[in-house]
Structures are given as structure tokens and as C-alpha cells.
Nanobody
């Protein structure tokens, strides 16, 4: 049984930093493309940052480029999202996701095979 579990959300002041973690079990982590998605209240879920299954390629939403960094530790089956210079527009539920797709640009919700349950992030101004 595949389980994808996020941790690290919370309430942060604008300008602050936070790191999200995601642990995946029941799958061969190194064979999956992994990513972070978020959904703000009243909005559709969107891709924030994704990493190619090989680890050789990462991509970011324009709104987070230069502020967020995605990374993975294959030995620990763990995905990270380091978030700096947070602002209220970053508020939302953050989901970790796994995909079997092999192409570099896969970071849309329709390409996800497994979802985590989500971790709430709130940024206060």
C-alpha cells in the first residue's frame, strides 16, 4: 500500500521561511517523479515545484522561482520543499505527489498518481 505523508506546515509571518517534508512508502521512490502542489481557498490546485524521476531536472511555478527549492533524499524516501521569503499569497494546502511520468515537464495535477493528505500553510502579513 502506497502512503505519501507530508509534514512541516504551520503558521509563519510574511518574510519567514519553512521547510516541508514528504515521506513516501510502498513504492520505489527512485522510480517516481515527485512534486509539490498547493491549493489556496477558492482556487484550483496548482503545481508549485516538481523534480524529474532521475533527479536531473526541476521546475518551479513562476510565483515561487528564486524563493522555493525542491530537493529529495532517495536513501530516505523523502522529498523536501524549502520555502523562503514567504508571503500571504503562499497560503494554502500543500500536497506532496508522485507520478510515473518520465518527461521533464509533468507538473500538473492530472499527471499525479499518488497524493498525500496535505499540509496546511498559513502566512500572516
Amino acid at each position: 500500500q502506497v502512503q505519501v505523508v507530508e509534514s512541516g506546515g504551520g503558521l509563519v509571518q510574511a518574510g519567514g521561511s519553512l521547510r516541508l517534508s514528504c515521506t513516501a512508502s510502498g513504492l520505489t521512490f527512485a522510480d517516481y517523479a515527485m512534486g509539490w502542489f498547493r491549493q489556496a481557498p477558492g482556487k484550483e490546485r496548482e503545481g508549485v515545484s516538481c523534480i524529474h524521476w532521475s533527479g536531473s531536472n526541476t521546475n518551479y511555478a513562476d510565483s515561487v522561482k528564486g524563493r522555493f527549492t525542491i530537493a529529495r533524499d532517495v536513501a530516505k524516501n523523502t522529498l523536501y520543499l524549502q520555502m523562503n521569503s514567504l508571503n500571504p499569497d503562499d497560503t494554502g494546502m500543500y500536497y506532496c505527489a508522485a507520478s510515473t511520468l518520465r518527461r521533464p515537464n509533468w507538473c500538473i495535477p492530472g499527471n499525479v498518481k499518488y497524493w498525500g493528505q496535505g499540509s496546511q500553510l498559513a502566512i500572516s502579513s
